[in-house]
């Protein structure tokens, strides 16, 4: 397992090639020799994580799931983390964070993301339909601090809704591998029996694996799951009875994070609650901060603020800058706070120019502000 | 005196019915941009690495000439279309709405001696913002040769035809020391410090290619070094002389207007897109011939729109066209002869004292009464 160890000295061998590609991208000036090979093999980067699709499933009438082959870039990953995948659309690159599912312990090279289709996903429709073995993706190493912990917990609670299962998966099936024998809750919410992902192995698994509880509930099917309705404390109480000593995992749909949130702080144990969220958070602009003007200094554009994340009305003005998750995780948006203030709009801090580096998909202006892009 | 616009009889609300017209037409080809223009760019970019390859490998068995040959021709194609319609057009952010990083304008670097950062400042902000106004566009002559009857003559533009010829051999590195500016630091537009750390990345910059080109790749070949070394300087030569001749054609041809500061000061973005039309000039040709210009055959396009993908240019100039028609703005173009022919003719004309009756007249199609007949009356 990934686990934070720092690498000793690298191999010989890794040396002689970090030299060898020195000296090729002298030769490959100014491109770099990454441009030359990628013409006979995409997948290959020595900058970005590259991999190759290498199988494709479909298990639920609304998801997929990709195996894929990073390349060397790729560092391995926690139980829990995600990664950043990016394809093309119509010729413009889109950027999703989709949370790794696999055992994190393993081997093989390998790494397993499942999506769903949403009705407003682009990416997840385009992926849904679209994904074939042999295609390249561009990944980035595993991000996010919902992981499962280092050290086995007495109780591992762990609490899904729809597609938020990808990360508590990986959680599960690295919990089996490490040969864990501690109690383990999986409390998954999904629309019907069909739409629930991986539910033949979830079941295989609470069978013959060691004090594993599947919980399953079918919030479209009164009466088809194991418990009916959505999350309450009635719920973790018939699920997991000892759930305020258990340390817990939550991802899934806001109001699902927003119950679990609530329980867990009445019960005193906000501390033991672990929560991942892929939802943008709604945007709204507070009375007051909304007047001033915005000066995207590098390309002498000047507007008056709406109150919107700089990120959205940069796009507004016509500008295109580089993004990524949209929702302040990715860091890809990163622009220099020229002068003025923003406020984070997941966290509500404040963050002064000049010179602070922000990402402007999270950042609205507070008075007026200019930014480098 | 009336001004350029004036002069074509175009009201201000002419211009502004010009400028809706327009931003129409580039909405409809921005709706258009797919798949397609990324799939093509790619096409190229692989193509010209391709030939890279090939020139670089033909070298090593450079001691017979048709090998040598070969090695210096795909160098030369890989480096044009490295500059043209490659570079010159990521570089204007034609590409940036695939967010693709490797199309990506603030990321890319091509094989010039001037650093990507620093050109697109000069040109991609002062070259396309100022187009053809005399005091303020420095592209007018790149601060060496005499183009314009609006430039005082000195004794020093005897020696024109010989600083082009001199630009045309070096102008990747002419590019370099222009972005440099010495003219704008001493005349208080750029301090001393701006213009010293552009030359610290110019040389470096250039230090890195020449290391690649004259010492690096030399050296692999061994006992062919010397022969290496010559085909990758004709190559650099083969691709200045060629970038030099189509970016002469784009603004210097007989026909393409000049501006005043006064007259553009607080202009109507119509008056600008208009300054952009009569200020660019075309060259006729076909497909091939397109490409290796990087579309810049399409000059007055390219003016229009810079971040619109070059390949959409020739789509949309049957458009541009007939809208000059109806507006009655002049819309200049040739063959490559014609335009290069009357680049020339200004190069050894403006080498001597004097204004030519022919320096601002109105081109082909236009008019019959050229614009400085008419402001002179």
């Known amino acids: ?54 199988q494709v499933a479909r298990t639920t009438p609304r998801s997929v799931t990709l195996t894929l082959r990073p390349n060397g870039l790729w560092a391995g990953f926690r139980a829990g983390q995600y990664t950043q995948l990016s394809v093309e659309i119509d010729g413009v690159r889109h950027t999703r964070c989709y949370s790794m599912t696999n055992d ?8 397993e993301l499942s999506i769903t289709a949403h009705a407003e996903g682009r990416v997840s429709r385009h992926l849904h339909q ?69 539910r033949e192995e979830l079941e295989q698994i609470a069978r ?10 079918f919030t479209d099917r009164p009466g088809t799951g194991d418990l009916d309705g959505f999350l309450t404390a009635a719920h973790l109480g018939a699920a997991a009875p000892e759930w305020a000593s258990a340390e817990a995992f939550v991802c899934g749909p806001a109001p699902l994070m927003d119950t679990a949130r609530d329980l867990f702080a009445r019960a005193g144990r906000s501390g033991h609650l672990h929560t991942e969220a892929f939802t943008l958070a709604q945007f709204t602009a507070e009375a007051g901060t909304v007047d001033g003007l915005v000066r995207f200094g590098a390309s002498e554009i000047g507007v008056a603020s709406d109150g919107t994340p700089l990120l959205l009305q940069a796009e507004a003005a016509g500008l295109t800058p580089l993004t990524g998750c949209r929702m302040g995780i990715c860091h890809t948006c990163t622009r220099r706070l020229c002068s003025g203030v923003v406020r984070d709009a997941l966290t509500g801090d404040l963050t002064n120019g000049p010179e602070a580096n922000i990402r402007i998909c999270v950042s609205v202006p507070v008075g007026d502000v200019e930014i480098d892009l | 005196m009336p001004t350029v616009a004036e002069a074509y009889g175009l009201t201000p609300t002419q211009l502004d019915a010009l400028e809706h017209e327009l931003e129409s037409l580039r909405a409809e080809v921005a709706g258009q941009l797919g798949t397609e223009d990324v799939t093509y760019i790619r096409r190229l970019i692989r193509i010209q690495r391709w030939a890279e390859i090939t020139g670089r490998a033909s070298l090593f068995l450079g001691f017979l000439p048709p090998f040598w040959l070969l090695g210096a021709g795909a160098l030369s194609l890989s480096k044009i279309l490295d500059n043209m319609e490659i570079g010159h ?37 002062l070259h396309h913002t100022y187009t053809n106004i005399t005091e303020k566009d420095r ?28 630009l045309a051999l070096m102008f990747d590195h002419g590019i370099m020391w222009h972005d440099v500016d010495f003219g704008h630091v001493r005349a208080g537009k750029k301090t001393r410090a701006e213009a010293k750390q552009s030359l610290k990345n110019g040389l470096r910059k250039s230090g890195t290619l020449a290391f690649r080109d004259y010492i690096m790749w030399p050296a692999f070949t061994g006992p062919l070094f010397l022969l290496t070394l010559a085909a990758n300087a004709l190559a650099n030569v083969v691709r200045n002389i060629w970038a030099f001749i189509i970016i002469f054609c784009g603004h210097f041809p ?76 002049p819309y200049n173009t040739g063959r490559l002869s014609r335009q290069f022919g009357s680049v020339i003719w200004k190069i050894f004309r403006f080498a001597l004292p004097g204004r030519s009756r022919h320096s601002q007249p109105a081109p082909t199609g236009a008019p019959e009464n050229t614009a400085a007949e008419l402001m002179a009356a």
């Open chain 1, 1 to 54: 397992m990934a686990t934070g160890v720092l690498p000793t000295r690298p191999p010989l061998s890794r040396r002689v090639l970090r030299q060898a590609i020195r000296v090729f991208n002298a030769a490959a000036t100014p491109y770099g020799v990454d441009r030359y090979v990628e013409l006979v093999r995409p997948s290959w980067s020595s900058t970005e994580v590259r991999a190759k699709v290498v």
């Open chain 1, 104 to 111: 994190a312990t393993s081997r093989d090279g390998l790494i």
């Open chain 2, 254 to 329: 007989q026909g393409a207007l000049e501006f005043t500061e006064a007259e553009c000061e607080g202009e109507s973005k119509g008056h600008w897109y208009f300054r952009q039309m009569v200020g660019s000039a075309n060259i006729t040709g076909r497909s091939l011939f397109h490409i290796m210009c990087g579309n810049l055959s399409f000059q007055i396009e390219h003016h229009l729109f810079p971040d619109i993908p070059a390949r959409r240019y020739k789509q949309i100039a049957p458009q541009v066209r007939e809208i000059c028609q109806r507006y009655g703005i």
């Open chain 2, 89 to 125: 057009n990521v570089l204007h952010g034609q590409y940036d709405w695939t967010k693709d990083p490797a199309l990506s304008s603030t990321d890319f670097e091509w094989d010039s001696s001037c650093p990507a950062k620093g050109w697109q400042h000069y040109h991609n902000y």
């Open chain 2, 139 to 166: 592209d007018l002559g790149y601060g060496v040769i005499r183009i314009s009857a609006e430039k005082p003559w000195t004794p020093a533009n005897l020696g024109n035809p010989l600083y082009a010829l001199g």
């Open chain 1, 208 to 217: 013959t694996a060691p004090n594993v509880r599947l919980v399953r509930v």
């Open chain 1, 130 to 198: 679209a994904a074939q073995k042999g295609q390249t993706v561009a990944l980035t190493t595993a991000q996010g601090s919902f992981t499962l912990p280092d050290a086995e917990p007495a109780h591992l609670l762990l609490i899904s809704g729809g597609s938020g299962i990808t990360p508590v998966m990986s959680m599960l099936r690295t919990r089996c591998a490490l040969g864990w024998t501690e109690p383990v809750t999986f409390l998954h919410y999904s629309l019907t029996e069909q739409d629930m992902l991986y």
